[in-house]
């Protein structure tokens, strides 16, 4: 169905909000000055999110595809743990995407101070998360409880170093620890060696 004028308008002033979110926080958003910044209305933006915490949901929801359409870029297919990691975090720690792990950096520590101010937002940020990395390792042969495992390895060094990466700027060290956290992925036995050892 073809989006109506009103849609079109409502997509549109979201992008916009999502920009200013990401450049401003959220602790303290007030609708006067996003709306200001936006160049509408306090009353506009009610008219089409309906409430404040609406339109705070909604703007994770558009930030979240932002960031998905990051990982969507990232090799599926790939010889090692090295390679396809090693491009990930080039891609993911590109200056101009560090505005978007601020925002979920942001979001994630009031998530855990509230749960109910964003529900559901920490299960989503982990589950989506260990689905999506631990299909290449359920694809290479390990159990369900493995990949997941795998996963949740990759998934704990991608959010460390980019919280590190936010807070100090300091590429150099953690580029260097980077490289040694890929050398000690690329040490995780096979599915047969964790077959035999569990045998064993």
């Known amino acids: 169905m073809a989006r109506t004028a009103d849609d079109r308008r409502r997509v549109d002033l979201l992008e916009r909000i999502v920009d200013y ?7 303290d958003l007030s609708l006067r000055p996003l709306a200001g910044a936006v160049e509408t209305s306090p009353r506009v933006l009610l008219y089409y ?6 339109l705070i949901t909604e703007v994770m929801a558009g930030a979240r595809e ?10 599926r297919r790939a010889d090692s743990y090295a390679e396809t990691v090693r491009a990930a975090w080039a891609l993911m720690s590109k200056p101009q995407h560090e505005r978007v792990f601020r925002l979920f950096f942001e979001v994630y520590g009031l998530a855990l101070q509230d749960p109910n101010r964003f529900p559901g937002f920490v299960t989503r940020a982990v589950d989506d998360w260990l689905a999506y990395l631990g299909a290449g390792a359920r694809s290479d042969g390990h159990t369900a409880a493995d990949a997941r ?3 949740t390895v990759i998934l704990a060094g991608y959010r460390g170093f980019l ?5 100090t700027q ?7 620890a980077v490289e040694l956290w890929i050398a000690a992925l690329d040490a995780i036995p096979s599915p047969k060696e964790l077959a035999g050892a569990r045998r064993g």
Do not use: H
Request: hydrophobic share 40%.
């Open 66 to 75: 932002r960031q998905r359409a990051i990982f969507d870029t990232l090799p």
């Open 149 to 151: 495992a795998i996963a």
């Open 170 to 176: 300091d590429r150099k060290r953690i580029g260097r």
């Open 49 to 54: 999110f309906n409430s404040k915490e609406e």
């Open 21 to 27: 979110v990401m450049e401003n926080g959220l602790s």
């Open 163 to 167: 919280l590190d990466l936010c807070a």
